[in-house]
Structure formats: C-alpha cells, structure tokens
Nanobody
C-alpha cells in the first residue's frame, strides 16, 4: 500500500525559501503522477503542485505559480518542491500523494494511497 514520507519543512520569515522532499519506499515510483498538497489550520487540504510520471509535465495552483517549482528524480524515488518568496498564507502541513492526472493544463487532485505524516511549513515574521 502506498505511503509517502515527507521532509524538509521548517520555519522561515516571509520571503524565505524551503525545499521539501517526498519519497515512497517500496513502490514503482516512476509509474505515478505525484502531487504536493497542503493543509492550513482550519482549512481543507488543497492541491498545490504536481508532476507527471516521467517529469515532462507540471502543474501549479494559481497561488503558488512563479514561486514554487516541482521536480522529480525517479532513480532516487524522490519528488522535490522548491518554494521561494514564501508568504504567511503558505503556512500549513505539506503532504505528497499519487494523483490520476497531471498535465501542463489540468490536474486531478484526487489522491490515492495513504497520507503520510506530512511536514510542517511555517511562514511568519
């Protein structure tokens, strides 16, 4: 059963940067589109960005476009989310998961597998 491990979160000031990593030990990683999600306190989990199975396509939520960059290295079973110019509204727990579809123009953020523990990102002065 799919279960992801997220890491790299932390506390930064507005304008700062973080790099999050996602791995899923024991799965055929390259077979899946992978997405990052986040959940802010008191809000529903939302899709932030995704990358297709072989990395050719990426998609970003409007709120993070131009500030976040997603990439993957299938040889290391890792997906990375580079976040820059962070804002307080980026605060939340970040998770990764498989999704059915990720293209440059459309993403289906219906996640498969179990949720991992996530990694906390806090942006505050």
């Amino acid at each position: 059963q799919l279960q992801f491990v997220e890491s790299g979160g932390g506390s930064v000031q507005p304008g700062g940067s973080l790099r999050l990593s996602c791995s899923a030990p024991g799965i055929n990683f390259a077979s899946y589109s992978i997405a990052w999600f986040r959940q802010a306190p008191g809000k529903e989990r939302e899709g932030v960005s995704c990358v297709s199975a072989y990395g050719a396509h990426q998609n970003y939520a409007v709120s993070v476009k131009g500030r976040f960059f997603i990439s993957r290295e299938n040889a290391r079973d890792t997906v990375t989310l580079r976040m820059s110019n962070l804002k307080p509204e980026d605060t939340g727990v970040y998770y990764c998961a498989t999704i059915p579809l990720c293209t440059d123009y459309k993403a289906d953020y219906n996640a498969g597998g179990q949720w991992g523990q996530g990694t906390q990102v806090t942006v505050s002065p």
